[in-house]
């Protein structure tokens, strides 16, 4: 194993020990290989490469204070999984058999796993593709399920710094009764070309309006919206469109334990600058605030520049608390890998 140096982790791809591999034949499941080498080889007809049959999900495993190792809701990661599977026609993955291979893939790793204190996780990301060749455009005969793992810091540089996003009205995301709420690999294919487009304008993050109307709010591209009202209540957005982000439903009750209220509901964009605080979250970027948002030429501001607004602080310290085991885990929401 190379040294890494756990302070500066971003968000990227590093080597591991080995991920863990299961293929589905003849509707069953085969028992799951842990695996060295990071290549897979594949029919060049697979469902995957040509008609995107492609799912997967986002957790984190963490080094909590007193040393042990936790995955945090690997169960609704399961859930999550299973829903997209079925919009996309592709063999299921039995909660027990995610959970257990979250654990496995873990604890194959635990060297990866960034120490106590450096601010860093272990990265797991289970990947469900048709693997089965099929030319006609149908379900796929046989499927792969992986679980990778990859240590990793913050998502974009800096924490929890306040970053700023741009709507850009000439691209959707996701239409209403389309795949929006699933996580579809295609949809991370739609969201490239827009995502360099803000980029290059100086945004790190896009911001999605419905795709029916531009008139509501629905998501950014890999993180679910969420604001906090000058009275101080949690709003968050109810579209067909967005993903159910896991982060978002824990924040929710952690809102709720903290006695904020929580409000979820279809959130227009002219509202945007009466906030107090707005952020995007999700597994990858935990709360990151969003300062300004810019749409047409016109800049909303939507929270403190630098640093972080109060009620989102506390939201952050509460659920990095429960994860990294600094505050008691009271919904059990913790998963040890042994
Ligand atoms: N929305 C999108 C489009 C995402 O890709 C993600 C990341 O998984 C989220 C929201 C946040 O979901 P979660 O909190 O379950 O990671
Ligand atoms: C996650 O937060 O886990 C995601 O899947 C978002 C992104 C990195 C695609």
Request: charged letters at 20%; a negative charge; glycine letters at 8%.
């Amino acid at each position: 194993m190379k040294p890494i140096d756990w302070n500066s982790l971003g968000f990227a791809f590093l080597d591991t020990n080995c991920h863990i591999r299961y293929v589905w034949k003849d509707g069953a499941w085969s028992d799951g290989e842990l695996v060295e080498s990071p290549y897979l080889n594949i029919h060049i007809a697979a469902t995957a490469l040509h008609y995107g049959q492609a799912a997967f999900e986002g957790l984190k495993a963490f080094r909590r204070k007193d040393g042990n190792v936790s995955l945090f809701r690997p169960q609704e990661n399961a859930k999550r999984m299973a829903m997209t599977a079925r919009r996309t026609c592709m063999a299921e993955v039995p909660e027990a058999m995610f959970v257990d291979a979250c654990k496995r893939v873990v604890k194959a790793n635990l060297d990866y796993v960034p120490p106590y204190g450096t601010g860093g996780s272990l990265y797991v990301r289970p990947l469900l593709i048709g693997s089965g060749a099929q030319i006609g455009v149908a379900p796929a005969d046989e499927y792969t399920f992986i679980v990778l793992v990859t240590p990793v810091g913050p998502y974009y540089k800096g924490g929890l710094q306040a970053v700023k996003a741009l709507v850009l009205d000439d691209y959707d995301r996701a239409a209403p009764q389309g795949t929006g709420h699933v996580k579809v690999a295609g949809n991370y294919a739609v969201s490239l070309y827009p995502h360099m487009q803000a980029q290059k304008a100086g945004y790190p993050v896009e911001l999605y309006l419905d795709a029916k109307e531009h008139k509501w709010i629905d998501e950014f591209s890999t993180s679910n919206f969420l604001a906090i009202t000058k009275d101080g209540t949690y709003v968050t957005v109810k579209s067909p469109s967005i993903l159910p982000s896991i982060t978002n439903m824990s924040l929710q009750q952690i809102a709720k334990d903290l006695g904020i209220p929580v409000e979820s509901r279809p959130i227009a964009f002219e509202e945007i600058s009466e906030f107090a605080e707005v952020a995007a979250c999700g597994t990858a970027v935990v709360i990151t605030p969003v300062y300004q948002v810019e749409r047409a030429g016109k800049v909303y501001k939507t929270g403190p520049e630098t640093g972080c607004g109060p009620v989102l602080e506390k939201l952050y310290q509460a659920v990095q608390g429960i994860q990294y085991g600094q505050q008691p885990d009271t919904h059990g929401w913790n998963v040890d890998v042994d």
